[in-house]
């Protein structure tokens, strides 16, 4: 039964995943790409107002 309950998870995950690729494939590039840097550019933002501020994990962000 512990299989099972294992095997319908994945299966789900499986599922949920697959939808999350078609959706992501309709998107053209460069909006998944610009979102991708506006991320880095917000983690390197905090990486710098932390105190004291992390210039190692800011510059590699």
């Known amino acids: 039964m512990e299989n099972e309950t294992s095997n319908t998870q994945v299966d789900t ?3 949920a995943m697959e939808d ?3 959706q992501l494939a309709e998107v053209p590039a460069s909006v ?3 979102n ?3 991320g880095l550019y917000e983690l390197a933002a905090i990486h710098l107002s932390a105190i004291p501020p992390d210039l190692t994990q800011a510059v590699l962000a």
């Open 36 to 38: 991708h840097v506006m």
């Open 32 to 34: 998944v790409v610009a």
């Open 20 to 22: 999350v690729r078609r």
């Open 13 to 15: 995950a499986r599922e």
